[in-house]
C-alpha cells in the first residue's frame, strides 16, 4: 500500500476524534462487561478480545494530544507513543476479532459505542497502511468494477436469463420512475441465486413496481468495512446516482445486514446530503406488503424452525418485528433462540471478518457462541435474512456436523405464495 505511512495514519485517527469518541474514553470505567459480550473474547478467553483494549493505540493518542493530563506525562517523557510497529500488532484486534456488531455497545453500563469507535480506528489503520490483505482487494476491486466480488453486470445478465426462464416473469431493468430500486449483493448473486428469483416472483404476486439498475447493482459497501470514509462515499454515490437517473421513490437493500446500514445509516453522511428517495430492507417491504394484505399464501412449515436475526439488522436498526411477522405466515412450529434480536450474538462473519482470510480460524472459534445458541433448541433448519449470516451459518454447521440447513426468509415466503391464475 503505498502512499501510506505511520504519519497519515496518526493524521486520520485525530481527524475522527470527535466529541462522542472523547466522551467515550473519559466515561470508560474498565468494568469489563463489553469482553463478556464479544463472542471473540466469550469463545478463547483471551484478554486482548476485551472490545475496549482493540481501541488501545487510538485512546493512546487521544490521551496524549487531547488532554491536558496526556500532554502533561509527554512533556515528562511518561506517555506511551503510538509506533508503526504498535498500528501492525494491533491490525488483527480491529480486523479479525471485532465484526462491529454492537453487541459490546448494547451492554456498555456508560453508553459507550465501541463500535463506532472501531469504525473510526479503522480510517487510521487504512491510512497508515494496516489492513487486511483480503479487504484491501475487496475495496480495490469495489471500486474498479463496482463490486467487492469483482462480479459485472454481463454476470447478473446470466442469472437474470435463468431467472425469467424459470418463473415465466421479466425482470425489469431501467424501468424510469419504478417505485423500487432493488439492490443485490456479490454473495447472493454468487451463494444464493434463488434470492433474486425469489424477489420477482414476491414482488409480481403482490403488484409492486420495482427494478434493477445496470448503473449500480451491488449494495454491498467496502469502503465501510475497511474503514475508509473516502471508498465508502464513492459506493454510495453510485447507488444515489443510479437512483436518481431512474427517478425511483425507494432503494431496497437485498438479505444482507450490512449493506442495510451502509446505505441508510451511513449513506448520508458518506456523501454529505440526504437522499431523494427512501431506503428499506427487503425484510421491511415484504413486511409492509404483508401489512397491506398483498401476500397471499398458502400452507406452512411443520419442521421445527429457528431464526438467526443478522447484528445489522436487528441490534442496530430495529429490524426485529418484521421477521417474525412474516415466520407467523408460513411457519407452524417456530421458536426463537434464548438471547435474540438485540441481544442474539453475532455469527462472527460481519464488518469484513468474512473477507479476511486471516481471521478464518478465530471467526470459527467465535461461532461457537451461535453453536451454543442453536444447540439449545434444537431446530431442524435455521432461518436468516442476510447472505454473510447465511454464509458462516452453512460453514459453521458444517465445521461442527450439525447437520442443519439454512434458509433464507425471502425465498421461503415466495415458496408459500398462492399462485396467480394467467391468462
Not at 474498479?144 to 418463473?167: A, D, F, R
Not at 447507488?239 to 437517473?245: F, G, H
Not at 455469527?347 to 478465530?362: D, I, P, T, W, Y
Request: charged content about 25%; aromatic content about 6%; proline content about 4%.
Amino acid at each position: 500500500m503505498s502512499g501510506f505511512s505511520l504519519e497519515r495514519g496518526l493524521q486520520a485517527l485525530r481527524e475522527e476524534m470527535d466529541a462522542p469518541v472523547a466522551s467515550f474514553f473519559s466515561s470508560c470505567v474498565h468494568c469489563g462487561l463489553c469482553a463478556q459480550a464479544c463472542p471473540f473474547f466469550v469463545e478463547t478467553g483471551d484478554p486482548k478480545y476485551t472490545p475496549i483494549h482493540k481501541l488501545e493505540p487510538m485512546r493512546l493518542l487521544w490521551e496524549r494530544e487531547f488532554t491536558l493530563w496526556g500532554r502533561l506525562k509527554h512533556l515528562v517523557g511518561l506517555g506511551r507513543k503510538v509506533t508503526d510497529d504498535m498500528l501492525a500488532q494491533w491490525e488483527p484486534l480491529l480486523y479479525d476479532s471485532c465484526s462491529m456488531c454492537g453487541r459490546c455497545s448494547l451492554v456498555c453500563p456508560v453508553g459507550n459505542d465501541i463500535a463506532y469507535m472501531i469504525r473510526k480506528a479503522r480510517e487510521g489503520m487504512v491510512a497508515s497502511g494496516h489492513a487486511p490483505e483480503g479487504l484491501i482487494a475487496a475495496s480495490v476491486r469495489a471500486v474498479n468494477t463496482g463490486s467487492p466480488m469483482g462480479l459485472q453486470w454481463k454476470t447478473l445478465e446470466v442469472q437474470i436469463k435463468h431467472v425469467e426462464t424459470s418463473s415465466g416473469l421479466e425482470v425489469p431493468i431501467d424501468r424510469q420512475g419504478a417505485d423500487y430500486l432493488v439492490l443485490l449483493s456479490s454473495m447472493e448473486i454468487i451463494n444464493f441465486p434463488e434470492y433474486l428469483e425469489a424477489i420477482t416472483r414476491i414482488f409480481d404476486h403482490a403488484g409492486v413496481s420495482w427494478t434493477l439498475s445496470r448503473q449500480c447493482f451491488e449494495a454491498t459497501n467496502a469502503g465501510i468495512q475497511i474503514g475508509s470514509k473516502d471508498i465508502a462515499a464513492t459506493l454510495v454515490q453510485r447507488v444515489v446516482d443510479a437512483a436518481e437517473a431512474l427517478g425511483v421513490k425507494n432503494v431496497i437493500s437485498p438479505e444482507c445486514g450490512h449493506a442495510y446500514t451502509a446505505i441508510r445509516w451511513e449513506g448520508p453522511n458518506a456523501i454529505g446530503r440526504s437522499y431523494p428517495f427512501r431506503v428499506f430492507h427487503i425484510i421491511e417491504v415484504l413486511d409492509q406488503l404483508r401489512a397491506e394484505g398483498r401476500l397471499r399464501t398458502e400452507g406452512k412449515e411443520m419442521d421445527r424452525l429457528s431464526m438467526h436475526d443478522p447484528c445489522n439488522l436487528a441490534r442496530k436498526s430495529g429490524v426485529i418485528d418484521q421477521q417474525r411477522h412474516l415466520m407467523d405466515l408460513v411457519a407452524d412450529n417456530f421458536v426463537d433462540l434464548k438471547e435474540h434480536g438485540k441481544f442474539q450474538w453475532c455469527c462472527g462473519a460481519g464488518g469484513g471478518v468474512s473477507s479476511n482470510e486471516r481471521a478464518e480460524a478465530l471467526k470459527m472459534a467465535a461461532f461457537k457462541r451461535k453453536k451454543a445458541q442453536i444447540e439449545e433448541v434444537e431446530p431442524e433448519r435455521m432461518v436468516t435474512m442476510c447472505a454473510t449470516c447465511r454464509t458462516q451459518l452453512e460453514e459453521g454447521l458444517e465445521e461442527f456436523n450439525m447437520d442443519i440447513p439454512v434458509v433464507g426468509l425471502t425465498e421461503m415466503i415466495a415458496d408459500h405464495l398462492v399462485e396467480k391464475e394467467r391468462a
